[in-house]
């Protein structure tokens, strides 16, 4: 399964990169009003951080538009991934960008019968909004197991299924549990992936009783330490 971020804060994005866990970032018009930036410049440095595909939102609602905005946007990285709207223009849109070579990410899923629509549609990715659905009392959790089976009947199908609208690390584990591609990952919810307080409580344990030992595993008497702690200084 792969993560990507669903983040505009670049420096939030450099710092999860870092883990070498993120494999793409997808950004949304919210995500970007939120970082207070210039959505061109957010997009060229999140490039330059994340070798992966880095999804960008059109803005505009309109086919001709769209398509405008689009190729700009694509323009500006090799690894950009335009993001359409699940409306008749954003899936005309992605036919006609996917056609020119362009990777596209349907956004704004919430039904199977939309998920069809996106791949026919040719879309790189589709990203159904699981908490979204969750909110207002339907499972998204389900949507992605039918959307998942749905393309398993159909080798024609080559959208990948990016779960989006990602919560917490149980909307994760239920994803890759059901194959999903991708899910995208606030930055606090890969956060939370790795916390257990098992976790802390035994490397404590662990770390306090190394110390009772005394050892050292780097600065060995046969590293040239003369007390355990200090290496010697080698002579050249
Ligand atoms: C996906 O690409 C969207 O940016 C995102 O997952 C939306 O999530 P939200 O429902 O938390 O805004």
Known sequence: MKFF??????????DLASTGLVDGVTTNPSLVAKSGRDFIDVLREICAIVPG?????VTATELPAMLEEGRRLANLAENIVIK????????KACKALSDEGV??????CFSAAQAILAAKAGAAYV????GRLDDVGSDGLRLIADIVEIYGVYPEFTTEVLVASV???????????????VATLPPGVLRAMFRHPLTDKGLAAFLDDWAKTGQSILNRPEDGATDGSRPAR???
């Open 5 to 14: 971020i669903d983040s505009a804060e670049v420096a939030e994005i450099q």
């Open 53 to 57: 595909p880095v999804s960008a939102e």
């Open 84 to 91: 359409t709207p699940l409306t008749p223009d954003g899936l």
């Open 103 to 108: 990777r596209v990410n349907v956004t704004l």
């Open 127 to 130: 990203s159904p909004f699981v």
């Open 167 to 181: 919560r917490h690390p149980i909307h994760v584990v239920e994803a890759a549990r059901l194959g999903a591609d």
């Open 234 to 236: 080698r002579s050249a």
